[in-house]
């Protein structure tokens, strides 16, 4: 799968309401200046088909047994690497993508306790050994991420009117995942102002760039 792949996959997670957007653009703008051509996209969704099946799993009125939530996810996820990831980083693009799998772990295996050996069957083979290359983490205590959420324009999806306790697993998944990767995933503390976040990052995209040149 990894074959001919030019460009570097890069993705950035969170819990809800993080501010996940501010690093995006950051991230990106980075990445330009650089003089290096990046494409923007999401999960779950990116593709048409993909943007169908995210609509299924975010409306609240859809009752998703845990399984079937994981198996629509990951469809959506083949999808998205046949038609757009793969071949973008096969053409030598970079490809910035708002969630992946670490999204799988931390809401459906911390948030709806799936066994994380069972999601690890799917990534295997929906992914074989593709992985990101950079993560970037956004980490903020619950609290502070609720009340943005609460301040943010929009009813809640599926994910975002699930209680305290749930959004609590989400976080402690994620800073699990953090803690054993951290050559490829960079913990950023959000409840720092939207500008020391975007510094930050700022430094870790050209600390990255220094090394995918060295
Ligand atoms: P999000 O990325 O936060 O988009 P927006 O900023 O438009 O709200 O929303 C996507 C939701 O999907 C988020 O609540 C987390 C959830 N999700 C999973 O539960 N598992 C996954 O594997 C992915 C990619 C997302």
């Known amino acids: 799968m990894n074959q001919h792949i030019k460009g570097k996959f890069i993705t950035v997670e969170g819990i809800d309401g993080a501010g996940k957007t501010v690093l995006v653009s950051t991230v990106v703008a980075t990445i330009r200046s650089a003089g290096i051509d990046i494409i923007t996209t999401r999960e779950p969704g990116g593709t048409s088909l993909g943007e169908q099946l995210r609509n299924l799993v975010l409306t609240p009125e859809n009752d998703f047994c845990a399984e079937a939530e994981v198996l629509t996810i990951f469809a959506a996820r083949a999808q998205h690497l046949e038609e757009l990831i793969l071949p973008q980083l096969r053409a030598g693009k970079w490809v910035l993508c708002d969630r992946f799998t670490d999204s799988t772990y931390a809401y459906q295996g911390g948030g709806r306790l799936v066994d994380h050996k069972r999601i690890g069957v799917i990534e295997e083979w929906v992914q074989r050994d593709f992985r990101p290359d950079l993560t970037l983490l956004l980490d903020a205590d619950?609290?502070?991420?609720?009340?943005?959420?609460?301040?943010?324009?929009?009813?809640?999806?599926?994910?975002?009117?699930?209680?305290?306790?749930?959004?609590?697993?989400?976080?402690?998944?994620?800073?699990?995942?953090?803690?054993?990767?951290s050559g490829r995933v960079k913990l950023i503390d959000a409840n720092k102002t939207e500008l020391e976040v975007s510094d930050l990052a700022r430094d870790l995209m050209n600390e990255f760039l220094a090394a995918c040149h060295g």
């Not at 929009?154 to 699990?176: A, C, K, L, Q, S």
């Open 142 to 181: 619950t609290e502070t991420s609720q009340s943005r959420l609460l301040n943010s324009s929009g009813p809640p999806d599926r994910f975002e009117m699930e209680n305290i306790d749930f959004h609590e697993r989400v976080r402690e998944t994620y800073r699990e995942i953090a803690a054993k990767e």
